[in-house]
Each structure stands twice: as C-alpha cells, then as structure tokens.
C-alpha cells in the first residue's frame, strides 16, 4: 500500500513539474530568431553602424539537437557619398536555442 501510494505521488510530481514548461509557438521562435539575427548584424564592432543597416525580412529555419539551423532573407541599406543604396540577400546562420549565440554558416 505504501509503495502504490508513493509512486502515485512521484507520477504526480513528475506531471506537474513537466506540465510547467512552456513550448514556443512557431510565431514567438520567428520573432525569437529574427531579433537574435538583427542584433548578430547591427552590433558587430567591425560594422560602421551609422552607415550600414540591416534588417531581417523572413527566416526559414530547423530545429535540430543543438540549435535552429536558419536561412534568413536580409535587406542592407548603406549610405555612400549623400546616396542610400540597398541590397537583399540571403545569410545562413545557427542560432542556438536561448537565442544568445550566432554562427554564420557559408
């Protein structure tokens, strides 16, 4: 009686504690990967960022062991002798999954 009663509770436990973690929707990992990109590309100590802007349009991405394996639609605009010019490209990146850490990938 006192074992069923003790893995009863243990079970119990185990739910709740599992029950509290809270998953991402596709949207908020979107926005998650979007804003961790922007700030990988407009903070960089090489980057003049009164000249140079970029700013992440789409990410397409997989969730894998480590991180998200992402393809990100990016728009740079640069500002060269009193003229705005703008490119959009694409950039391969990892970002691991508290969104902290950035690699490029070629």
């Known amino acids: ?59 397409t991405f997989f969730e894998g062991k480590l991180g998200y394996i992402c393809n990100f639609k990016v728009n740079m605009t640069e500002k060269r002798d009193s003229m705005l010019t703008d490119t959009t490209g694409f950039m391969s990146a990892n970002v691991s999954k508290d969104f902290k850490e950035v690699s490029r990938r070629d």
């Open 1 to 59: 009686m006192k074992n069923s009663v003790f893995i009863l509770i243990t079970i119990l436990c185990l739910l709740f504690l599992f029950s509290c973690f809270h998953k991402q929707s596709k949207n908020e990992v979107v926005e998650n990967l979007k804003t961790a990109m922007n700030l990988y590309l407009n903070h960089q100590p090489r980057i003049d960022t009164s000249r140079v802007k970029f700013n992440v349009l789409e990410v």
